[in-house]
């Protein structure tokens, strides 16, 4: 009992009792215990690390790197934005530093779909689609470059062919609760509010659109059909500074001719036309989406696939057995060989940040890989 009459600070306090030598023992083994474990842990891990299925084959070229599975689930899709290559398998989603060849798992998407994946300069996109008693579910999921964050956001609905980013946007093309014709619909990564961006029943000159979208910057951009979708296929844009938008007349000889593929950087759009008859040839051509100014960057039979980024312009062409990518600058300056190299996988030639890459593939098609290539100054 305490004496009410002595002062709290006069008081002694119980003197500590001494450890036993049992209970020292005890404690010391304890912590051995845990730093073992941490250590064999660690080590688990990073073994787990080098054999997980995953993990891909990386191996450095003469001027970039291959890329393929240890364990036959090959690529099946990428996206490329400066440094950043990041893939879809079967079985994951992983990202590669350019600069080193490192890699690292993004997400593990087993026994669900990929349908689409987007890079910008600090966010990866990626849609899933998981098989469910009630039906197919879409998921969106995003990664953060910088902060490591990934977000995952539900009941999105349907997602109509590919993911775009702009900012902190995400944007893509999904049904439209007002329309038959398909809404352009947002959802901001760090705050998760959702909007239509572009809707249906407002789009530029009566617009339906068809393919897209696809941003940089504050510019979107998708390709669309006038008149209600009965009229001719246009470039539309989309401002997000201004609120500004509009269309562009890609001018294709016959009005509808076969459309290949379409990329955009900055403010100019790439694309490749085929005539309906393929002894006429096509050509790969930019656009000015301020200007309207159309510029004929190559004409042939057998062009695939422009990429753009800045002033360069990357195509594929066949030669015999093999493929040659070119590119040339918006200078006037004669094309130039990129790379030389087997089979390639459609329209999956990108350029970014001084790279290109492309989705290569064996004679049989049941093997397909990752390559790169510097770009020549």
Known sequence: MTDP???????????????KRYDRQAIVTAVLVMLVGAVFGGVLYRYE????TWRPSVERTAGGWRISSRYGHGPEGFGLKNDHLV????????????RNGKTKLLDDVNRQQVSALTV?????????????AAGAVTALHTYDFV???????????????????????LLWLGPSETSDSPDIKSIDI??????????ATTQASGQV?????????????????TGGGQGPTVFAFKDLATGREWTCDPHTPGGDSLWLSWRLSGRTVAFSWQAPNTDQGGEIVTLNADTNIRTTVVRGIDLQTPAIDGDLVAWWALQGDQTEILGSRQNGAEPFTIAVTGHINGDSLLVSGGNAAWLGYDSSGSDAWIETQKLPR
């Open 147 to 169: 902060s490591g964050k990934r977000s995952q956001f539900n009941d999105v609905g349907n997602v109509y062919e590919e993911l775009a980013i702009s900012g902190s946007r």
């Open 120 to 132: 910008s300069d600090r966010y990866s996109a990626w849609t899933t689609v998981e098989d469910t």
């Open 87 to 98: 893939w879809a398998t079967n079985l994951a989603i992983i990202t590669m530093d350019m």
């Open 209 to 225: 659109a068809l393919n897209g979208p696809r941003a940089d910057g504050d510019l979107v951009a998708w390709t669309a059909r």
């Open 49 to 52: 690390q080098t054999r997980a």
């Open 5 to 19: 009459d002595v002062p709290a600070e006069e008081l002694s306090p119980d003197p500590p009792v001494p450890l």
């Open 190 to 199: 760090e705050t998760g509010e959702r909007s239509v961006l572009v809707p």
